[in-house]
């Protein structure tokens, strides 16, 4: 069965700084990985998607990058604002499967 | 991406009562997931809808608690039969992008149940 696990539950930091989320997985024959971004009391947004065979993937000040045999992901934010104050999960699917498998997220705090 | 939108965005709902959520897309898509998010908690998926069959539903929900409803390629409705307080959650639908995968979801649907 396959498990994500997020660390840190929560981060807090000042404004400006760059920070480094991290996601594992204990089953590495995952079809994709995708990070998304929620706010309080409000529904996901997808940020970056990365498929099995890609290593990473950028969108503006982030990058995720996949070590899919290690089991592990990163999610790097660069300069962080305050507006990147969210919750942030990490989530798989499995080969044959769309269903994701959730980490339980890394709430961010970001300090003007 | 697709664009999502759910009804109701949030209710009060009595115990032993039952909630119907719809979900609407943009676009036509082959699968819809219905997720729950308990407080605290990451998100679970309930079950998949395809249009024109019956809905997958996973370990742990059944059919009877949450009957779905796929009429057509934009729409599905999810009811939360005979709740309880422990049912109180966020409800939120997903599809399936065309490229790579890529699942996007609805703002969710909040419940609350006394």
């Known amino acids: 069965k396959q498990e994500v696990t997020q660390i840190p539950a929560a981060l807090s930091v000042p404004e400006g700084e760059n920070l480094v989320l991290n996601c594992s997985f204990t089953d590495s024959a995952i079809y994709n990985l995708q990070w998304f971004r929620q706010d309080p009391g409000k529904g996901l947004t997808s940020l970056l998607l990365i498929q099995s065979s890609q290593r990473e993937q950028t969108s503006g000040r982030l990058n995720a990058s996949l070590d899919k045999s290690s089991g592990r992901s990163t999610l790097y934010i660069a300069a962080s604002q305050p507006g990147d104050s969210a919750t942030y999960l990490c989530?798989?699917?499995?080969?044959?499967?769309?269903?994701?498998?959730f980490g339980k997220g890394t709430k961010l705090t970001v300090n003007p | 991406s697709a664009v999502i939108s759910q009804k109701p965005s949030r209710d009060i709902c009595q115990r032993g009562t039952s909630l119907t959520i719809q979900c609407q897309v943009d676009s036509q898509v082959t699968m819809m997931f219905w997720y729950r998010q308990q407080p605290g908690q990451s998100l679970t998926l309930i079950a998949t809808?395809?249009?024109?069959?019956?809905?997958?539903?996973e370990s742990g929900f059944v059919i009877d608690k949450f009957p779905i409803s796929r009429p057509n390629l934009t729409f599905s409705t999810l009811t939360v039969s005979n709740m309880s307080p422990e049912d109180s959650s966020i409800y939120l639908c997903s599809v399936e992008g065309w490229q790579n995968n890529e699942q996007f979801f609805g703002p969710g649907t909040r419940l609350t149940v006394l």
């Open positions: 809808a395809n249009q024109g069959s019956e809905a997958t539903y």
């Open positions: 989530a798989v699917t499995q080969g044959g499967s769309e269903k994701l498998v």
